[in-house]
Structures are given as C-alpha cells and as structure tokens.
C-alpha cells in the first residue's frame, strides 16, 4: 500500500486572512493528499514543531502580510535543523516577484502567487515530493 503524502498548510506571522490557504487545502485533500492545518498566527517555530510530530512531507506556507522575506527563510532554517531536509517547502500568496529569487536561494522550492490554479501546486507536489 502506498502511503500518502502528507502536507501541513500553515499561516505564519499576524496574517489573519486564511481563506486562500483553506482553497489549497481542500483542493489537495481532495487529490488525495493528507492535509494538517495549523490555522492562522502561528510563529516559525510552531509550524517547524508541527511539520516534525505530524511527519510532514511538504510545508505549505501562504502569507499575505509582506513577512514573507523574514518568515519563510527562518522556517526552511528551523526545519533543516530539526533534520528534515527532504521536506519540500513551497510557498505562496502575496509575493512581489521580485521577491521570488530571493526566497528560492532561502529554500523555498516553488512560489505560488494569486491566480495559481490548483491544478499547478497538485503537479507540482506530485513531482517534486521525495
């Protein structure tokens, strides 16, 4: 039997506006991933701490707040020192492209902007998970 890919979708930082990242969510549940959301205001410590007990194979982080450059890089590095360096995380939300190399060089493995089809973020999981 084939286990599931299991995904943790996470809101970092004070953004209050989660229903983008509850699209994704659902959208990947119903491809048939395994989906855990942490729900909204989490700090990169507890997303770290959730992507380690829940055994996550992808960290899906959506922000909207403009934090994206300070949050996602201190994410990928809590999560490689917790030893979890096959772990895929993607990003998405509200993210200036000119931003988008930046997070990439952090760790970052795909950005996902407004208007990405879900399709788009299933393949690439799908492609991308070790």
């Known amino acids: 039997m084939e286990k599931r890919v299991r995904v943790l979708v996470a809101k970092p930082g004070l953004d209050g506006h989660d229903r983008g990242a509850k699209v994704v969510a659902r959208a990947l549940r119903d491809a048939g991933f395994e989906v855990i959301y942490t729900g909204l205001r989490q700090t990169p410590e507890q997303i770290?701490?959730?992507?380690?007990?829940?055994?996550?194979?992808?960290?899906?982080?959506?922000?909207?707040?403009?934090?994206?450059?300070?949050?996602?890089?201190?994410i990928v590095e809590l999560i490689h020192e917790k030893g979890?360096?096959?772990?895929?995380?993607?990003?998405?939300?509200?993210?200036?492209?000119?931003?988008?190399?930046?997070?990439?060089?952090?760790?970052?493995?795909?950005?996902?902007?407004?208007?990405?089809?879900?399709?788009?973020?299933?393949?690439?999981?799908?492609?991308?998970?070790?």
């Open 48 to 74: 770290a701490e959730a992507a380690l007990q829940e055994d996550v194979n992808v960290i899906a982080l959506s922000l909207l707040s403009g934090a994206h450059n300070h949050l996602f890089p201190r």
């Open 84 to 130: 979890m360096t096959d772990v895929l995380i993607i990003g998405g939300g509200v993210i200036p492209d000119a931003d988008i190399p930046v997070l990439k060089t952090a760790g970052i493995s795909e950005v996902f902007t407004p208007g990405t089809s879900t399709t788009t973020i299933i393949d690439y999981i799908k492609e991308n998970v070790k």
